[in-house]
């Protein structure tokens, strides 16, 4: 058996999904790349290969005990998403000469009969309720960081990783509807929150960290939603303590991101059902996937 059927055999679902959508990624930005430039196309080309490389060498790596290096070599795929995520920006211009925002704005009107990321803080106009929303919003850099550290510290191994599978399902599942289907999303479209509201630390806050954190293109469904579903979803299901803590940030953060204009609210409405869809098909997937690589495994030996 070759090096390559050797990794993939051991491999646990997360890495597969993590090799498979870097590789799929990869292909693309080999063969369409061109249009983003030299620099570019060969920069992110070559990230790509070395993705893939850690990938497959990791994924020959033993499960460990609980440690930092156990930690990490779990968790590596969530780690991954602050670079891919960060890439989207250039993705999304493979396929499309422009955004989607369109049919997003005429979906919004027709289901709730205004644009809801201009109207809800107009509606609900108190300084306390914009910090409290972004606050929530802030929220998603640490929300699943916690919940898997809780998960980890409470030797809720299979919780633990089940969760991580589930959200490299969700992450990679939005980051391909990102790609084929870009929306720039409200914080794009319309004026920021002004006046009184915009005058609080937390969105003085978060609005910086936005200004060159977000990926253009990136806002349907919406992802900080899509991942505090999951996180509700998965720790329902493996360890309710942890459900409870995360449940009011998890619902904080969803109403916070059509709030503060960085989601419509069809964005918003699609990250549930994606986090659900998503979920229901990580669990599936899961156990083929496992029993896939034992199966392989056993056919090496």
């Known amino acids: 058996m070759s090096w390559l059927k050797r990794r993939l055999a051991v491999a646990q679902p997360a890495d597969l999904v993590f090799i498979a959508y870097v590789a ?59 670079y891919l995520y960060w890439e989207l920006r250039y993705l999304a211009l493979l396929f499309s000469d422009g955004y989607n925002d369109a049919v997003i704005l005429w979906l919004e009107e027709a289901i709730f009969g205004e644009q809801l990321a201009m109207t809800l803080s107009e509606h609900f106009p108190y300084l306390w309720l914009s910090e409290l929303m972004h606050f929530f919003y802030a929220s998603y850099w640490f929300l699943l960081p916690a919940a898997l550290i809780m998960l980890y510290f409470r030797r809720n191994m299979l919780g633990f990783r089940d969760l991580i599978f589930a959200e490299v399902m969700v992450y990679f599942g939005s980051y391909l509807i990102f790609i084929f289907f870009p929306v720039a999303g409200p914080h794009y479209q319309f004026p920021a929150i002004g006046g009184e509201l915009a005058e609080g630390p937390f969105y003085r806050w978060v609005h910086w960290m936005l200004e060159d954190g977000g990926s253009k293109g990136a806002a349907f469904p919406s992802s900080h939603v899509a991942v505090a579903v999951t996180v509700a979803l998965a720790s329902w299901r493996s360890d309710r303590t942890v459900f409870w803590v995360t449940l009011p940030f998890v619902i904080g953060l969803t109403i916070s991101t059509v709030y503060g204009r960085f989601h419509y609210g069809i964005d918003a409405l699609a990250g549930i059902l994606a986090a659900v869809v998503l979920v229901w098909l990580a669990r599936r997937l899961q156990g083929w996937l496992a029993g896939r690589s034992l199966g392989s495994l056993g056919n090496a030996t």
């Not at 799929?24 to 030299?38: D, E, R």
């Not at 490389?53 to 499960?63: I, N, S, T």
């Open 24 to 82: 799929f990624t990869g292909v693309l930005l080999a063969a369409f790349g061109w249009k983003l430039g030299p620099r570019l196309w060969i920069g992110l080309t070559l990230t790509h290969v070395a993705l893939l490389g850690f990938g497959l060498w990791v994924a020959g790596k033993a499960l460990r005990d609980r440690s930092v290096a156990g930690f990490f070599r779990d968790a590596y795929p969530i780690a991954s998403v602050v």
